[in-house]
Structure formats: C-alpha cells, structure tokens
C-alpha cells in the first residue's frame, strides 16, 4: 500500500454556530472566493475538500450526511458520485464516522470535518502515515485556549518532512487541565481499528460520541498514533461567523 485512496467527509451537524443560513444549506456548500482559470470564483467547501483529495489519489468518497440537509448535498454532488450514508440523529463526530464502516471495507481512509479546508498538506499527513506503520495520523496546531479543543499528549518529537511528528500517548476532549497546548485538526487518516473503538465507547444516551473517544481507545489497545504539526498551512475556518469571516479574506487575497 502506498497510497490512501479513501476519504469520509462528516457533513451531518447542525451548524448552530451559523445560523441562518445553515437552516438550509450545508456548511460545507458555504463558498470561498478562490481563483480559476485567471478569474475568482465562489466555490463551495465541499468542492475545494474533494479537489484536494483527489490530487493525492483519493478515488473514493463517502459523505455522512443528516437527514435535515442531506438532499440538498446529494442533488449538488450527484455527478461526482460520491456515497452516501445518513446520520440520522446528531450523536457526535465519533458516532458519524462509525457510520462509514461499510465504505472503508478494511482500507485505510481520510477523516475530514466539513466545515473548513486545508490549504495542502494532505500529502504529507499520508506520507507520514505510511511511512511510520501508523494506525492513525492527525494534524495538530498550537492554540491559546485549549480547554476549548481536543488535545494531545506526547511522549516524543521528531522532525518529519520540515513537520514536528509527535507520538501521541493520549489524547482528551475539551480538558479542564490541558496537558500541552497542541489541538487536533479536523483532518485524520486512519486504519480500520478506529471502528471497533468507537464501538467500545460507552457515553451516556444524552452525550454525544466524539472522535476523540476512538483515539483514546485506539492508545488504551497499544495502537500507534502519531501527529503531525500544521506548520505553513492554514486551516480554513467556515464553522463560525468571525471564522469564516478571516477564512473568506484570505481565500479572496491568497488562492
């Protein structure tokens, strides 16, 4: 294997956070102002995500979508062919990921949050995943207030490709005392054994599944985790109003 050649796209949240607009469209159908052919145009997230992908060699996608919005993203990505599976109430990220079991079919795949787009670096997370045996991959970033994120814990760092590479040994969601200040990105690769993590993840019936849980789980089992600095990327925020705001200026000004 020297390639991943599957992504699933989490499409299936509420977007609360960008109300009005997302009480009828999708987030990942929010555009950014980005330049093709010598011209800008507005081009939705969803479209840059799949863009990206497909010049790694990401042939195959699956979009995990609610059933409030779900038909508005299928009629918009009919051509491209996409699978889809629903989520049909909002249990977490975690939760819509499980989903996608059936189209990972034991290859290894891309995890991509709807609600924003690197600027590249796609190629790099799957090299380091390949190349150190990985079971999972993440891109991590420094933030100011961690509490508010989902955060790593390590036990080495290296350098990879010009990247801090950090072997994670734990990972927690939203930490009253953050061990590190280094956030989880909302891009991942992972192997297979991410299912049955989350399968074992027991919350209460009122709480969401987080992404998050899986990981932990996946450490708790010896599973190798690695992360790998977002250094000289940017992370294209659509997911709040101030965000998508800063996200919008510099697609216009920089792509």
């Known amino acids: 294997m020297n390639q991943v050649e599957k992504m699933v796209i989490t499409s299936a949240g509420k977007g609360t956070r960008m109300k009005y607009i997302t009480s ?14 010598g011209k800008k145009v507005a081009k939705p997230v969803i479209d840059l995500i799949m863009n990206n992908a497909e010049k790694i060699h990401v042939n195959k996608f699956c979009i995990v979508v609610g059933k409030m919005q779900g038909r508005i993203l299928m009629e918009y990505l009919f051509d491209r062919g996409p699978t889809f ?15 996608a079991e059936d189209f990972a079919d034991g290859s290894p795949f891309f995890v991509h949050a709807d609600d924003g787009v690197l600027t590249s670096g796609y190629d790099v997370l799957a090299k380091a995943f390949l190349e150190n045996d990985a079971d999972a991959a993440l891109f991590v970033r420094r933030v100011k207030n961690p509490r508010r994120y989902g955060i790593i814990n390590f036990e080495k760092e290296e350098q990879f490709m010009d990247h801090s590479l950090y072997y994670v040994k734990n990972v927690e969601e939203k930490p009253e005392s953050p061990k590190s200040d ?7 690769i992972f192997k297979p054994d991410l299912f ?9 019936p009122a709480s969401e599944v987080e ?12 599973k190798k985790v690695i992360a790998l600095s977002l250094d000289g990327y940017k992370w ?6 101030d965000s998508y705001f800063e996200s919008f200026t510099y697609a216009y000004k920089e792509l």
Do not use: H
């Open 85 to 99: 599976v629903f989520q049909n109430e909002p249990r977490g990220f975690g939760d819509a990921v499980l989903k």
């Open 24 to 37: 009828v469209l999708p987030k990942c159908l929010l555009p950014l102002l980005v330049k093709e052919e």
């Open 182 to 188: 280094l956030a989880i990105a909302a891009v991942y």
């Open 211 to 222: 992404l998050t849980y899986g990981i932990k789980k996946m450490l708790e089992k010896g």
């Open 196 to 204: 049955s993590a989350l399968k074992e993840v027991k919350v209460d």
């Open 236 to 241: 294209l925020n659509v997911g709040d109003p």
